[in-house]
């Protein structure tokens, strides 16, 4: 598998460069545009033909360079979710960027790039130097990477939800959540386990029936028993807390 990854890395390099050379002849394009329009001032016309076939060759290499470059985003893309799939979230985050190099107005890229960064803080403890350093940065890519996949597209609820669980589990910053949470939920109505969040984040800030009402909704939606017992247990502590047990 290793080795099969290795040749589809080369073979995609050598299209990268392919494109590189894209660029070039996108300029090349343009300046014969150019000249065409100030050739025809007492040119021949046999030389304006001449002008005119080398800017339909050079239009076919730009738009054959754009299908590879379009084939590649989608193969980097497919590969990020793959790895996140498999909690290979160093190499998920990579695919993610090299992606990105390709469509860098994408917000569903932005949000993968949030969960492989946000997975790879957990892992920032291996460093062998200035461990809190490496987590802080991870953290901030994650957080990053949310914010602008949710500026390129404001209705995309798993950027919502994603930036909602950094906040809460591991910026210890649940009012920050809150926000993001009420959008996610008011777009993903009957999620049991966004219900489960926002009532952590509603009781971490002091919000203590509005954190019972939460729980109240996880349970009065999931259709897991456990899931619904777990609701209303915390329910209850809540309950407990507000008004004394009984």
């Not at 470059?69 to 893309?77: D, T």
């Not at 009420?182 to 777009?187: C, F, M, Q, T």
């Amino acid at each position: 598998m290793q080795k099969k990854l290795i040749m589809i890395t080369i073979v995609f390099s050598a299209v990268c460069a392919l494109a590189a050379c894209g660029q070039q002849e996108k300029s090349l394009l343009e300046r014969m545009f150019d000249l065409e329009s100030r050739s025809k001032q007492g040119v021949s016309p046999s030389r304006i033909e001449e002008l005119q076939n080398a800017i339909r060759e050079s239009q076919a290499k730009v738009e054959k360079v754009i299908a590879e470059s379009e084939n590649l985003s989608s193969f980097w893309r497919l590969l990020t979710v793959r790895y996140s799939e498999t909690g290979m979230f160093g190499e998920a985050f990579e695919a993610a960027k090299k992606a990105l190099s390709f469509n860098p107005n994408d917000a569903g890229l932005y949000y993968l790039l949030g969960v492989a960064a946000g997975n790879m803080a957990k892992t920032a403890i291996t460093e062998t130097t200035n461990p809190q350093a490496a987590r802080k940065r991870w953290l901030e890519t994650s957080e990053s990477a949310y914010q602008t996949a949710l500026q390129l597209d404001p209705k995309n609820y798993r950027s919502m939800y994603g930036i909602a669980v950094l906040y809460v589990f591991e910026l210890d910053n649940p009012e920050q959540a809150l926000p993001y949470l009420e959008k996610y939920l008011a777009i993903q109505e009957k999620d049991v386990d966004a219900f489960f969040l926002y009532g952590r984040a509603l009781y971490a800030i002091g919000r203590l029936q509005d954190a019972v009402n939460a729980y109240g909704n996880a349970a009065k939606y999931t259709i897991d028993k456990e899931k619904r017992q777990l609701a209303e247990q915390y329910q209850k502590t809540i309950l407990d807390e507000l008004y004394g047990s009984k």
